[in-house]
């Protein structure tokens, strides 16, 4: 079973390579993503880069700028 560590690592690597797609696809900025959260650009860089403990208010806020919404799901971790 992958421990607690693992799975919050591969989650953070997740989120930042969807965020890095929806930014390269949308041609927005940080500055713009921050302008359209509502938030400063200095917090839109450290989600950008994994710095930042993110709530899923801000993937809501996030999501509501790219004109998406957030789906979260569970699956399954199969045994070895």
Partial sequence: MMD??????TLQGNLRTNL???MRNSGMTQR?????MGANA????RVLHVKANVTI?????I????????VIG?????EP
């Fill in 32 to 36: 713009e993503l921050a302008a359209r």
């Fill in 4 to 9: 607690d560590s693992a799975m919050l690592d």
């Fill in 63 to 70: 999501a509501a700028a790219f004109g998406y919404r957030v």
């Fill in 74 to 78: 569970f699956v399954k971790v199969e």
């Fill in 57 to 61: 208010k801000t993937l809501c806020r």
């Fill in 20 to 22: 890095d797609c929806l």
């Fill in 42 to 45: 200095a917090f839109v860089n």
